[in-house]
């Protein structure tokens, strides 16, 4: 592949994955359920690896898909699940004209540092990272060759946060439990005590006519039993009563055993 | 093709994110805003490191990233702690604690 080659397609690939990034971004921002927001910032995130890629760090590339959008964000989204999908933003302003004030300083603070950085960059000279690359045998083995020589201290350092990290997520989350879990006894103990009905429900009536979940159940007495209908039927009054004829003949034939 | 445009793109990516951390109210829609402008940090770190020709950018651009995964775990376990006692995860709560 010639030079001029490697250049469009990078161009594309840079117009492309820009393109999505920001798109993705300004869905972050503007989607109203945060479920939503985490989706697009892991459009974004995907977007960023490819880039990365692009600029001759395919490390760095597999790492963002792997840590960023593998774990960071089902972290995120997992914890969206325990906090409640539902928690959308409110819309009140607490403080009178804070989005706008936060959009305007948003704005002004692109322009400021794209014109102070496109200041500084023109006329900068791009070496490339082939030779670096190639120094080590590949892109892997130089950053390696880094971490753990220059930057070993950091990378020690970097242990012992990661470390503290997960015992302040251990802390943070854990939850005293103030009496003793109760046992199968306990809960045996409760059930019966608490005066409601301590076995199964009765099963809803089976007849040659009706066998639905929404037939009561007749009692040896004649009369139909309200909870053997499931609770949900009979919240919406939806239970089928049972004909005259059958509560008739049901008695004639206890009545009928007795005598 | 010139990394500044790279640069460019994160100062863009940098500043959504920073209008996400002023406007939005849910603290974990903010957290993920702040994960974008590091991401955004990040990108600006492998262009430079492109742009000078060695890989001190990149390298620092990975422990970024392990700051910013130890991070999440300790903010969000602060938002699951914050929910558990007051049942919301807006960040308009917290300001009772003043009181």
Known sequence: ?259 | MNPSNYVVLATVLFSIGAVGVLVRRNAIVVFMSIELMLNAANLAFVAFSRMNGNLDGQTVAFFVMVVAAAEVVVGLAIIVTIFRTRRSASIDEPNLLKY
């Not at chain 1, 959008?69 to 819309?91: P, R």
């Not at chain 1, 960059?121 to 083995?141: K, P, S």
């Open chain 1, 1 to 259: 592949m010639t030079e001029v080659d490697a250049n469009t397609g990078e161009q594309i690939v840079f117009w492309v994955s820009a393109t999505l990034a920001v798109a993705g971004a300004l869905g972050m921002v503007l989607s109203r359920k945060a479920v939503h927001s985490a989706l697009w910032v892991a459009l974004t995130m995907i977007n960023l690896a490819i880039l990365y890629v692009a600029n001759s760090a395919p490390f760095l590339g597999m790492v963002q898909v792997i840590v960023y959008t593998g774990a960071v964000m089902m972290l995120f989204l997992f914890v969206l699940m325990v906090v409640g999908v539902d928690s959308s933003d409110s819309l009140i302003e607490t403080i009178k004209g804070q989005r706008l004030a936060g959009i305007l300083f948003g704005l002004g603070m692109a322009v400021l540092l794209i014109w102070t950085i496109g200041h500084g960059l023109t006329g900068a000279t791009t070496v490339g990272l082939d030779a670096a690359n190639a120094a080590d045998g590949g892109n892997v083995q130089g950053i390696a060759n880094l971490i753990f020589t220059r930057y070993l201290l950091v990378f020690e350092l970097t242990s012992a946060l990661l470390i503290t990290a997960a015992m302040g997520a251990m802390v943070l989350a854990h939850r005293d439990r103030w009496r003793p879990a109760p046992t199968q006894r306990d809960l045996a103990i409760a059930r019966v005590r608490g005066g409601g009905h301590p076995g199964n429900l009765p099963v809803p009536g089976s007849y040659a006519r009706h066998n639905a979940v929404d037939t009561p159940a007749i009692l040896p007495d004649g009369s139909t039993s309200d909870i053997s209908v499931p609770a949900p039927v009979r919240a919406r009054a939806d239970e089928r009563q049972l004909d005259r004829v059958d509560i008739d003949e049901v008695r004639e034939i206890t009545e009928g055993r007795s005598e």
